[in-house]
């Protein structure tokens, strides 16, 4: 069974400047989550779907990310503009939307914004 | 509101000793508890997990934690450690209802040859 697929692996951009991160979770997991996780920091949730609608985006700086998923199949993160602290490892994981909820985490997408 | 404390940000330990990592967490209701691993540039591959039943929780490569309800704790534990278990664990809570994963803040274990 393929893993959570993500891209890039890395990236480096200036700040005020966009990027965005493309995820697709494993085959038939109806849930996707996007992580943040700031160096030192264990991932903090930004967005949470179920199929293409979204569950939780209470964390989401919804001033500058944004995040789709419009088949309810993969997802694409972006922000814009980048500020400093956006800095971070972007971490996508899926689920089966049956218990014991084990969450599936892709490689992540290393932002250095400069 | 649920929140998991790892109390130890380093361990250095030397190889074929035990190793404890701690976690303590606080929730209102009844919890799943996780222990994820995190090698150098990679995601987090799943150690083990305790949702119910007995309260000692064996995983993989070697690893077991076990659930203490009265002391809020889930500690992980190896008898013997290896060079390969260099990495970085993390300790998550999830309630049962909103089924959202709270990470605590990382404990890094270095093996010394």
């Known amino acids: 069974e393929a893993g959570v697929a993500q891209s890039p692996r890395y990236k480096i951009i200036e700040k005020r400047q966009s990027v965005a991160f493309w995820c697709n979770p494993i085959?038939?997991?109806?849930?996707l989550y996007w992580y943040q996780q700031i160096l030192g920091q264990g991932p903090k949730l930004l967005i949470q779907f179920q199929n293409n609608g979204v569950v939780d985006d209470s964390q989401l700086p919804k001033d500058r990310f944004s995040a789709e998923r419009l088949k309810g199949v993969d997802s694409t993160l972006k922000i814009q503009p980048a500020k400093l602290e956006d800095s971070a490892v972007y971490l996508c994981?899926?689920?089966?939307?049956?218990?014991?909820?084990?969450?599936?985490f892709g490689p992540g997408t290393r932002l250095t914004v400069t | 509101a649920q929140s998991v404390t790892q109390l130890d940000s380093q361990v250095p330990v030397f190889e074929e000793a035990p190793v404890e990592l701690r976690c303590n967490y606080s929730?209102?209701?009844?919890?799943?508890l996780f222990w994820y691993v995190q090698y150098p540039n990679q995601g987090l591959q799943l150690l083990l997990k305790?949702?119910?039943?007995?309260?000692l929780v064996k995983g993989i490569n070697g690893f077991e934690a076990e659930f203490n309800k009265s002391q809020t704790s889930f500690h992980l534990r190896k008898p013997s450690v290896h060079i390969s278990d260099t990495a970085e664990y993390f300790c998550?809570?999830?309630?049962?209802?909103?089924?959202?994963?709270?990470f605590g803040t990382g404990t890094r274990l270095t093996i010394i040859p």
């Open positions: 085959s038939g997991h109806a849930t």
């Open positions: 994981a899926s689920r089966v939307g049956l218990p014991p909820y084990e969450q599936y």
């Open positions: 305790y949702l119910s039943g007995s309260t």
């Open positions: 929730s209102s209701v009844s919890v799943y």
């Open positions: 998550a809570v999830s309630d049962g209802g909103n089924e959202k994963l709270t």
